[in-house]
């Protein structure tokens, strides 16, 4: 089973920069396939950047795409959210999650607890 512990979220001013962290312990982390998700009050859990479903290369979600990076080091068990320009609809909480490619399907089997971020206008 996998642990996943996300960190870095807070309080910041639209324009502002945000580096989320999340540290996986309990699997082999250089096979796991990694993804960052968030929902904001009263929407829907989105999915913001990693690896699509069937393969190809990393997706990120229309709303952050040229604004966020995701990474990672697998020296550290650890994979990032690097968000720039943050928006007031950027408020959300951020999930880490893990999963493997099966068939050449991705799925996540794994969550972390969430970081809250919050952007002010």
């Known amino acids: 089973q996998v642990q996943l512990v996300e960190s870095g979220g807070g309080l910041v001013q639209a324009g502002d920069s945000l580096r989320l962290s999340c540290v996986a312990s309990?699997?082999?982390?250089?096979?796991?396939?990694m993804g960052w998700f968030r929902q904001a009050p009263g929407k829907e859990r989105e999915f913001v950047a990693g690896p699509p479903r069937s393969g190809g290369s990393t997706y990120y979600a229309s709303s952050v795409k040229g604004r966020f990076t995701i990474s990672r080091d697998n020296a550290k068990n650890t994979v990032y959210l690097q968000m720039n320009s943050l928006k007031p609809e950027d408020t959300a909480v951020y999930y880490c999650a893990s999963g493997t490619v099966v068939a050449g399907r991705r799925t996540f089997d794994y969550w972390g607890q969430g970081t809250q971020v919050t952007v002010s206008s």
């Open positions: 309990g699997g082999t982390f250089s096979s796991l396939v």
